[in-house]
């Protein structure tokens, strides 16, 4: 054995990433990583260009590509002229990818409808479940059973209005390691877009929570990039706080995430505008994603010191690096990862904080909790 080789335990610690033997021997039976030679004892010995590849393989796997992405990317050497096959290849595994979504969307649909159902529909939803054992829909008269099922289960709902909370307790993941606060949070936040999959995109600071009461609190200014987001804000709750709605991009013409980021960056003086937002701020971004990457220079060259940043903008390139940017800030922040985002979230996340400080029993009365 050289000394420049490795045994599979020392790749392992050297790669680190949570990479384990075994996932090594995976990859090798995978395609991902060529054999390596042998020691005379039979033990796998590694070079520095295993390192390498299983460094990129731990680093694309961490960014959310599949094993079966990772082995198209790494087929094409860096010096090689492939980029426009490779793009190819990229662009028919991501409608692949696609196209499993919708299927598992569509299965999660039929689920929800099912343990979405509150108390009320607890008698007819366990008739459908014990009937749905015995459905033979091999028939087109088994196919209208089915629909049969599904249209006595949707009658009940003529009785009652919905009960959100009751469908969220069954259908979210496990929360409990949570503040009352953070579930809320999530709990509204899902219910805004009526995707439960959006737990696993939303991203708190450790101490978001904490800084956003002690800001609103105080009366903070609030900053938000549109006034579709100002106009969706719970006004008479902040309003009660004697916290001020300020918008940068003070256009009412201005209603979508396009226009939003094209006049971001066609003003000048709406850039300069956001230089100048008051320290202790709470910023909500819900549309132009340059809005956030600007926010988060300004921050790290200590221009601006927002107390909490809600950095929900729309976008496939951009806004999910203006995200990875903000959490990079180490400054509280409320976000959702990747493309997803919007107006409707952004000021939702902020509704809810609000809502934690000041109860609403009606539309007169109003006191701190």
Same mark, same amino acid.
Request: charged share 15%.
């Given at each position: 054995?050289?000394? &420049?080789?490795? @045994?599979?335990?020392?790749? @392992? ?6 990479? @384990? ?17 042998? &020691? ?16 990129? !393989? ?23 002229? #492939? ?23 569509? #299965? ?42 599904? &249209? ?12 959100? @909370? ?12 949570? &503040? ?5 949070? !999530? ?38 990039? #549109? ?28 209603? #979508? ?56 903008? !729309? ?15 180490? !400054? ?38």
């Amino acid at each position: 054995m050289k000394s &420049s080789e490795l @045994t599979i335990k020392q790749l @392992t610690h050297l790669v680190g990433g949570g990479l @384990t033997p075994r996932m090594v021997r995976h990859y090798h039976q995978l395609g991902l990583l060529p054999q390596p030679v042998r &020691s005379p004892s039979n033990y796998r010995l590694y070079t520095k260009k295993d390192v390498l590849r299983l460094q990129r !393989i731990v680093a694309l796997k961490q960014q959310g590509f599949q094993l079966n992405h990772i082995r198209q990317i790494l087929q094409v050497e860096p010096e090689a002229d #492939t980029t426009v096959n490779l793009m190819g290849q990229l662009q028919q595994q991501y409608r692949a990818v696609m196209q499993q979504i919708s299927q598992l969307r569509q #299965t999660a649909s039929a689920l929800e409808g099912l343990l979405g159902r509150d108390r009320h529909c607890q008698i007819i939803q366990a008739e459908v479940l014990a009937q749905l054992k015995l459905l033979d829909v091999e028939t087109q008269a088994g196919l209208g059973g089915l629909e049969n099922l599904w &249209s006595g289960l949707d009658a009940e709902i003529h009785t009652h209005s919905e009960a959100f @909370t009751e469908s969220l307790q069954r259908l979210l993941p496990d929360l409990s390691n949570r &503040s009352e606060i953070e579930q809320h949070l !999530i709990s509204q936040l899902v219910l805004a877009c009526g995707d439960v999959s959006l737990v696993s995109f939303i991203k708190l600071s450790r101490g978001a929570i904490a800084a956003s009461r002690e800001a609103l609190s105080s009366s903070c200014q609030i900053v938000v990039d #549109t006034q579709t987001v100002a106009a969706a804000l719970d006004q008479t709750r902040l309003l009660h706080l004697g916290c001020q709605i300020e918008t940068l991009i003070d256009n009412p013409h201005i209603t #979508t995430a396009t226009e939003a980021e094209l006049a971001f960056w066609q003003h000048r003086e709406w850039q300069e505008k956001l230089q100048q937002v008051s320290q202790g701020c709470v910023l909500v971004v819900g549309y132009a994603p340059s809005v956030l990457l600007e926010a988060s220079i300004a921050i790290a060259n200590q221009k601006i010191q927002p107390a909490l940043v809600i950095g929900m903008p !729309i976008g496939f390139s951009h806004a999910p690096a203006a995200k990875r940017q903000l959490m990079q800030q180490g !400054i509280p922040y409320i976000t959702v990862e990747g493309t997803l985002g919007g107006g409707a979230l952004a000021a939702t996340a902020l509704n809810a904080l609000v809502e934690s400080l000041i109860d609403k029993p009606d539309c007169h009365c109003y006191h701190f909790m």
